[in-house]
């Protein structure tokens, strides 16, 4: 390869100038510099360029590939053994959220069509930790939950429990608690390993209720009243707290308000 510029030899390359000058100070290439400026940059050169940005690819640092120029092949096997296994990792934890955000379009889509209204659907088994409210009780091991609920967003969800003793007696407001909780399908997937004194909503056949609320720490029986009713109407009268989960939270008619599905098992 012929004596050239720096900047000639990224060119040929098809990188930009400052990666050479990059490798050049790490020691990866060594292009002897002439009195003319120009450097004598040879086809080891660029093989060994080529050969460190196929590693980077594979997130392997400038530093790792140039001590695997000094390691046997059973070393470099065992770093690409070990990083196959945290790319399935990553890939899996992709695969999960990227359903995760189908599911959150699913829910923006009920929160438009049954705003005010109701929807039939089957719950699944999930997992509930109530951290914010008058009768919320915590132990040390759920607030370690909560902290697992918290890093696992958005796998997991806001989760809101409306107390029966307080609709019963209609105060005002109701009882009301919010926390964390997450499917038990999701919890599955990513293996969580919660505590046994997490509140556990066993699935089944629901009719759920959306509505809007600017502070659901203030809703009263009348704001649940329409579920009430539907869940009456269908034979089955509520007789355990009402849960659900605040979807989503935005602006209507220039107030900032929660969208809130809550619900009553069949």
């Known amino acids: 390869m012929k004596d050239m510029k720096v900047n000639e030899f990224a060119r040929q390359l098809g990188i930009v100038s400052s990666k050479v000058r990059y490798y050049d100070r790490m020691g990866l290439i060594q292009g002897e510099r002439q009195d003319n400026n120009y450097r004598n940059f040879t086809a080891q050169d660029a093989l060994k360029i080529y050969h460190a940005q196929m590693l980077r690819s594979f997130d392997m640092s400038i530093q790792e590939s140039l001590n695997a120029e000094n390691e046997e092949l059973e070393e470099i096997d065992r770093w690409v053994g070990t990083h196959e296994l945290e790319l399935e990792k990553q890939i899996h934890q992709q695969e999960i959220k990227l359903q995760r955000l189908k599911e959150m379009q699913e ?104 509505l809007e609320a600017a502070d ?10 329409p579920l009430i009713t539907e869940c009456e109407r269908r034979g089955k009268r509520i007789q355990e707290d009402i849960v659900g989960r605040i979807y989503i939270s935005y602006m209507r008619a220039g107030r900032f308000v929660h969208g809130i599905g809550v619900s009553g098992v069949l």
């Open 216 to 225: 659901p720490f203030q809703l009263t029986r009348q704001d649940l009243l």
């Open 107 to 210: 829910y923006f889509k009920m929160v438009t069509q049954y705003r005010n209204g109701f929807s039939l659907y089957y719950r699944d088994n999930s997992y509930n930790v109530w951290n914010f409210g008058a009768s919320a009780k915590l132990t040390p091991a759920l607030l370690e939950a909560i902290e697992l609920l918290a890093e696992n967003m958005p796998f997991s969800y806001v989760s809101i429990k409306i107390g029966i003793e307080s609709l019963i007696q209609d105060q005002k407001p109701l009882d009301v608690c919010i926390g964390l909780g997450i499917l038990e399908r999701n919890k599955n997937k990513l293996g969580l390993d919660l505590p046994a004194e997490m509140a556990v909503l066993p699935g089944g056949e629901t009719v759920q209720y959306m």
